[in-house]
């Protein structure tokens, strides 16, 4: 797998710049002045990257799994076909798989995948110990660990609620204050994979009454490249927390806070409008 601290190169929607031109232009700014080369994906539907591009599995090989998410359903306008595929032969083989998987709902550890139980529900026809196991084979073998959905979460993604440090640490959103129950199912799983566990502050908007909830307050879904780490900031007080946590659990990058406000209205943050590989050449 392309685990973040090892990935060397970030692409982006082409609808980035044109939908939110000062955004993209601040996050690009940041990533030139750290050395860290910047591309454009064509004739994308949306913004939202990380769940249609392919899964690096291997320095150059990739995984293309089914897009064609549940949230979509009714604004199939809105889903990017495997066409853009094209625009990436540069990088390696991309192989094609039938399993309905979200990039956002993959989250690389090196010896371990993170996913949320959704994509065995958005895969039930195939049987739990089938979607498993093709899972497995597209990881070349690597464990993937099935963390609980989070509660009135339509998107469904592991990227929201947790993110691998190393090998071992892992970050995740504080929920004991949000919700205690939730917050003890997901550490008890990730627990018994041995895990360290750390908390990231959380303060998500539980008035909002649309049908994709906004990721205000949401720091677990910050885009990491090598060592430079670009944190959510959302105007809270709690975005100095947030920084100060991940300097402190990685004091060998990076740690820079970016205004997201307008991404985390549309429900996402700064995971879900990039793609970050390892490229050789970089």
């Known amino acids: ?6 990935t060397n190169m970030v692409y982006f929607s082409g609808l980035l710049g044109r939908r939110y031109p000062g955004l993209c232009k601040r ?3 940041v990533l030139e002045n750290h050395a860290v080369p910047v591309r454009f994906l064509e004739a994308t539907a949306d913004i939202w990257i990380r ?6 599995v291997a320095e150059s090989r990739f995984v293309k799994f089914r897009y064609s998410p549940d949230y979509l359903q009714g604004c199939e306008q809105l889903i990017t076909k495997d066409e853009i595929c094209g625009q990436l032969e540069a990088l390696g083989e991309i192989v094609f798989s039938d399993l309905v998987v979200d990039g956002g709902n993959v989250v690389a550890a090196g010896s371990r995948v993170f996913l949320t139980e959704k994509v065995l529900r958005e895969n039930r026809t195939l049987g739990q110990a089938e979607v498993e196991r093709r899972l497995r084979d597209a990881f ?20 929201g609620l947790v993110r691998p440090l190393d090998d071992d640490r892992v970050v995740v959103n504080d929920y004991c204050q949000v919700d205690p129950r939730y917050a003890r199912r997901l550490e ?17 908007d539980t008035k909002s009454r649309r049908k994709i909830p906004p990721a205000t307050g949401n720091y677990v879904n910050f885009l990491r490249v090598g060592k430079l780490v670009i944190v959510p900031a959302h105007g ?37 409008v990039s793609w970050t590989i390892i490229h050789p050449a970089a």
């Open 1 to 6: 797998m392309a685990p973040d601290w090892e």
């Open 27 to 29: 996050v690009v700014g």
């Open 51 to 56: 769940d249609y591009a392919p899964v690096q």
């Open 140 to 159: 070349c073998g690597r464990t993937c660990v099935f963390v609980p959905t989070e509660p009135r979460d339509p998107i469904g993604h592991s990227d």
């Open 188 to 204: 008890r799983v990730l627990a018994e994979h041995g895990l360290e566990i750390h908390r990231l502050p959380y303060l998500p």
């Open 236 to 272: 809270l007080p709690e975005d100095t927390e947030a920084v100060q946590v991940l300097q402190r659990l990685l004091p060998a990058a990076t740690v820079v806070s970016l205004d997201c406000k307008e991404l985390a209205r549309e429900g996402g943050c700064w995971n879900c």
